[in-house]
């Protein structure tokens, strides 16, 4: 995925509750310190590092903690995703597109939508407001699920496949013109800086 990394090193460590994070539910926690009896791996990642000719001179070490937060994504990420390929699983995420290159999450996506690498049918349902992803050429319209809040805040789910049209149209350009529904109401946001313009010369 061209994260930079050529090499990784793992150190087994042991592992508490308190070091897992108070942001971990107890339970969570528990439930972790239980499956991994009490250890974990310290990760960490090697860079090629070149001169100012582009000739290799050094390998340089990070901890897995000091990469971008799309980099610890993506390998948070490998893990599970193979697990749920290999034994035909399912994985729901929120926020996928979060941290995430374009592009990754295609490659993600068409990994679930390949006879090849998902034989068995395994699942993945994300939510995103990437809308680069809304294209036939990776889902079908059945495959496509919109959500959008009504005035009360009460959500209403539906599917694309409600809509009559072909399934190789433009989805990502009929989204954004508001065909489907399920876009933010957006109002006059300058109103806000001119409102507190006068303000400021009023006091």
Same mark, same amino acid.
């Given at each position: 995925?061209?994260?930079?990394?050529? &090499? /990784?090193?793992? !150190?087994?460590?042991?592992?508490?509750? #308190? +070091?897992?994070?108070?942001?971990?539910?107890?339970? @969570?926690?528990?439930?972790?310190?239980?499956?991994?009896?009490?250890?974990?791996?310290?990760?960490?990642?090697?860079?090629?590092?070149?001169?100012?000719?582009?000739?290799?001179?050094?390998?340089?070490?990070?901890?897995?903690?000091?990469?971008?937060?799309?980099?610890?994504?993506?390998?948070?990420?490998?893990?599970?995703?193979? &697990? /749920?390929?290999? !034994?035909?699983?399912?994985?729901?995420? #929120? +926020?996928?597109?979060?941290?995430?290159?374009?592009? @990754?999450?295609?490659?993600?996506?068409?990994?679930?939508?390949?006879?090849?690498?998902?034989?068995?049918?395994?699942?993945?349902?994300?939510?995103?407001?990437?809308?680069?992803?809304?294209?036939?050429?990776?889902?079908?319209?059945?495959?496509?699920?919109?959500?959008?809040?009504?005035?009360?805040?009460?959500?209403?789910?539906?599917?694309?496949?409600?809509?009559?049209?072909?399934?190789?149209?433009?989805?990502?350009?009929?989204?954004?013109?508001?065909?489907?529904?399920?876009?933010?109401?957006?109002?006059?946001?300058?109103?806000?800086?001119?409102?507190?313009?006068?303000?400021?010369?009023?006091?």
């Amino acid at each position: 995925m061209d994260l930079g990394i050529d &090499d /990784i090193n793992t !150190n087994q460590i042991d592992i508490t509750e #308190d +070091e897992l994070g108070d942001n971990i539910p107890q339970e @969570i926690r528990q439930e972790i310190i239980k499956n991994s009896g009490g250890k974990g791996n310290w990760i960490n990642t090697k860079h090629r590092k070149f001169d100012s000719e582009n000739k290799f001179i050094s390998t340089e070490t990070f901890d897995l903690e000091d990469e971008s937060e799309g980099t610890k994504k993506a390998f948070a990420l490998a893990g599970i995703l193979f &697990d /749920i390929l290999k !034994n035909t699983r399912t994985l729901i995420i #929120d +926020e996928f597109d979060a941290r995430l290159h374009p592009l @990754i999450s295609r490659a993600i996506l068409e990994l679930f939508n390949s006879n090849e690498t998902n034989p068995n049918n395994a699942q993945l349902i994300v939510m995103s407001h990437d809308t680069n992803l809304l294209s036939p050429k990776l889902f079908r319209r059945d495959q496509i699920w919109f959500t959008e809040k009504d005035r009360y805040g009460a959500t209403d789910l539906y599917s694309l496949v409600e809509y009559d049209i072909s399934d190789d149209a433009a989805f990502e350009n009929d989204y954004i013109k508001g065909r489907y529904g399920a876009i933010p109401y957006i109002g006059d946001l300058s109103q806000l800086i001119n409102s507190d313009g006068e303000k400021k010369e009023k006091s």
